[in-house]
């Protein structure tokens, strides 16, 4: 029986498959994916990409492969990486066979766009050869024509019935090595699409928001849409689909995971809105703190509150508090205890050094605790 109750997820059951080495589905812990937007051609800026979205924790990465220059590509990127590569395929089934050659971990593709029977067969086949998993990626604005004319619209049901479609022409291929995913730009489709797959088959989901929008607007609508869909159990893999930096979008999903006690990451910063009675500039100092922790991966909590309205509190409840005091005089709380006044000059590097030391220590107390291999 769970502590607090009110906070469980019960994870929809999937069966668990493989992007490279990271697994998706079944009781593995929900990636975390984006894309790149260079011209994958252009290996050496896609590398430096991957790279700076490997820094805010990404855990899978896909890169477009549009034509026979991207694929050669390909094979360089993969090793100069270390998270898996999927290879984003429309249409071409040459591009994806050698994608697989190349070493991309899975392959994007919808086995029923790619023409006849036995180009289905060589795609399915090298990606056997190759050890190469695939996401069937279902999206409302590109769903075929049959459908729309059954369904006189893109709805859930016909998005359902797309990815089933899809899924029957790996499966008569004797293939269950992928996982699915049925966006839409409109929210209340994407979720009730992900609901019905959700239902009607147990292959792992990766779930987005497609052209969600701007960073604001974007992420606001991904935590909604995606955000609900998690909440009741549904969801694998995570895409945020931002016009912005896609390192935008690595932080954003882990937001939402974080935010929902699915995935810890990083230093979570609880923070009042500050008012006329904050004892510091609040806004300013989570902002800069935001950027000076970025670095940090150890999952930990840290409170900056503006007064004793609500600083002590949070501080409680946090490992890391700080509440602004009259006079200058901030209190620092370590493990919800009061420790020790700060004045107004150095706060930052004096908050920055604290969470350092704290993440240091829960690291070494991991490895402490780590069984002997
Ligand atoms: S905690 Fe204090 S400073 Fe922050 S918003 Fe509330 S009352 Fe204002």
Redesign the pocket.
């Known amino acids: 029986m769970s502590v607090r109750p009110y906070r469980d997820i019960y994870r929809r059951k999937s069966r668990q498959i493989f992007v490279g080495n990271v697994p998706v589905g079944g009781d593995a812990p929900i990636t975390v994916q984006s894309m790149t937007n260079t011209l994958t051609s252009d290996a050496r800026a896609t590398i430096k990409q991957i790279l700076e979205l490997e820094e805010a924790g990404i855990d899978i990465v896909r890169v477009s492969c549009p034509d026979e220059e991207s694929t050669a590509a390909l094979a360089e990127i993969v090793r100069a990486v270390n998270v898996p590569v999927v290879a984003d395929i429309h249409f071409h089934y040459k591009r994806a066979i050698e994608s697989a050659k190349a070493g991309a971990a899975c392959l994007r593709i919808n086995p029923g766009n790619i023409g006849s029977a036995a180009r289905v067969r060589e795609v399915v086949q090298a990606a056997k050869d190759y050890g190469c998993s695939m996401r069937i990626g279902v999206n409302a604005g590109s769903l075929e024509k049959h459908l729309l004319e059954k369904y006189g619209e893109p709805c859930p049901d016909a998005m359902v019935e797309s990815a089933l479609d899809h899924a029957r022409i790996l499966e008569d291929n004797d293939f269950t090595n992928f996982k699915i995913s049925v966006k839409a730009s409109d929210v209340f489709l994407a979720v009730a699409a992900y609901q019905g797959l959700a239902d009607a088959c147990d292959y792992p989901l990766h779930l987005g928001i497609t052209e969600a929008g701007s960073l604001r607007a974007g992420t606001v609508k991904s935590a909604i849409g995606m955000g609900s869909l998690l909440w009741a159990g549904i969801g694998d893999t995570i895409r945020v689909s931002l016009s912005a930096d896609p390192v935008e979008e690595v932080k954003a999903g882990f937001e939402m995971l974080k935010t929902l006690g699915l995935r810890h990451r990083g230093v979570r910063i609880i923070s ?8 510091f500039q ?1 806004i300013k100092t989570v902002e800069v703190l935001e950027e000076r922790l970025a670095h940090i991966s150890t999952p930990m909590s840290l409170s900056i ?7 002590p509190g949070e501080a409680r409840e946090t490992d890391i508090g700080l509440t ?1 005091g009259g006079q200058g005089n901030h209190m620092v709380y370590l493990s919800g205890v009061a420790d020790h006044k700060i004045d107004d000059a150095g706060i930052i590097d004096h908050i920055v050094r604290l969470v350092e030391q704290r993440a240091a220590d829960i690291d070494a107390q991991a490895l402490d605790t780590a069984p002997a291999l």
């Open positions: 009042c809105p500050s008012c006329a009675r904050q004892a609040v509150i503006g007064c004793v309205v609500n600083g602004g």
